[in-house]
């Protein structure tokens, strides 16, 4: 039997689709699979955000916001400042010493007396200076009245040379004497090199002293100096400082403003200190020599620096410091750097800008990202004691 012609050419073309499918379909089961995992990996990873999410804020609903209390930052002055022990000390304290020897004939002071330049002290019996004064100058008068003559002698030719020579020495000679027993003289009355507070006596009526003795201890108070040890790291910003402020203990804590005195060029002891002297306007009197002052010295300043607490900081293992700002409800952990240090105040150089709020209780145990209940808010550091 032979086959229809006209049927042939329709069978061959079945059969060759037949074999392209069936020669594809590994490729197109390839495909199918790879939508299909795709389609299951992003189903995966929604579901598991969604689950991330609800558990975040399942968390978030269950943990209480942690209480803590934040500081404003507001640009002010900060100061780098070292406080540093000193003592009182007179100004000028001098000892009055007798010139000359002798008894105490009037003693005209007492301890506490306040004197000025040139007051009577007190005076020695001046009997003796004054009877080798007169003598003195008994003498001179004498040797003048030759010379005198001797020159008008000497112009009309009658005297010599050498005899108006003897005479000028002779004159001159008896001059000397004359002035130096005045001296002496005027020696018994002891003055007071100075003004100021008689400290100290050391004579009393009737006592016999001699040249050089002390009679009293003049101290000049109305201006102090205070005496400050400098540490060798300090003296290079010390000496570029020029008002200081005073405290003494002893006056209630009464602060008063000193002013740069001197400063030595090399130190004193073996600890390598420099001695500061600060002046101290006294005119009150309310300061005494020898109490003890505390000074405090501003090393560097800077006028517009924003600072926090120092106990705000929380280091790290490498010893970078950070620390924790309020943004919206919620602890946001800020990297800083820090500059000078003031007291428990210390500057921030980087990482923080005017108005950030600074949370400086309660950040211990908080974590980035966690949330917070502001529960006060200062601006000053003084305002968390109050």
Do not use: C
């Not at 060759?16 to 020669?23: E, M, N, Q």
């Not at 199918?32 to 955000?49: D, E, P, S, Y």
């Not at 005045?182 to 003004?195: A, G, H, Q």
């Not at 005073?246 to 804590?253: P, S």
């Amino acid at each position: 039997m032979q086959a229809n012609p006209s049927t042939l050419p329709s069978n061959n073309n079945g059969n060759r689709w037949l074999r392209h499918f069936w020669g594809a379909l590994p490729a197109l089961t390839v495909i199918v699979l790879i939508v299909v995992i795709l389609m299951l990996f992003f189903w995966i990873v929604a579901k598991a955000n969604a689950t991330k999410e609800r558990q975040s804020n399942a968390l978030r609903q269950e943990v209480d916001p942690a209480m803590v209390v934040a500081m404003e930052l507001v640009p002010g002055v900060v100061q780098e400042r070292i406080n540093l022990p000193g003592v009182v000390h007179p100004w000028v304290e001098i000892d009055a010493v007798a010139e000359v020897s002798g008894i105490i004939a009037d003693k005209r002071i007492v301890k506490g007396q306040s004197v000025k330049k040139g007051d009577i002290l007190a005076v020695i019996d001046n009997r003796d200076y004054n009877n080798s004064y007169i003598s003195a100058r008994a003498a001179y008068r004498a040797s003048k009245t030759s010379y005198d003559r001797l020159d008008q002698l000497l112009k009309n030719n009658v005297a010599s040379q050498a005899q108006i020579d003897e005479a000028r020495a002779l004159l001159e000679t008896s001059k000397a004497a004359m002035d130096n027993a005045k001296l002496r003289l005027e020696r018994t009355v002891i003055r007071s090199p100075l003004s100021g507070v008689v400290d100290q006596t050391f004579i009393e009526n009737g006592q016999y002293v001699n040249s050089g003795d002390k009679i009293v201890n003049i101290l000049q108070i109305d201006r102090l100096k205070v005496a400050v040890g400098i540490p060798e790291s300090d003296v290079d910003a010390v000496r570029r400082v020029k008002d200081f402020k005073v405290t003494i203990d002893a006056l209630g804590g009464r602060v008063f403003k000193g002013r740069f005195s001197f400063l030595s060029r090399s130190s004193q002891s073996l600890a390598r200190l420099y001695d500061l002297e600060i002046a101290l306007d006294n005119s009150r009197g309310d300061i005494l020599p020898d109490m003890f002052a505390r000074v405090d010295i501003v090393k560097q300043e800077v006028a517009d620096g924003l600072a926090v607490p120092l106990f705000s900081l929380i280091p790290r293992q490498d010893g970078s410091p950070v620390l924790y700002i309020a943004e919206n409800g919620i602890a946001r952990l800020r990297e800083v750097e820090t500059g000078i240090q003031e007291g428990w105040r210390i500057q921030i150089t980087k990482g923080l800008l005017p108005g950030d709020m600074v949370v400086v209780v309660g950040h211990r145990g908080l974590n980035s990202g966690a949330p917070i209940n502001v529960v006060r808010t200062v601006r000053e550091i003084e305002e968390l004691n109050q």
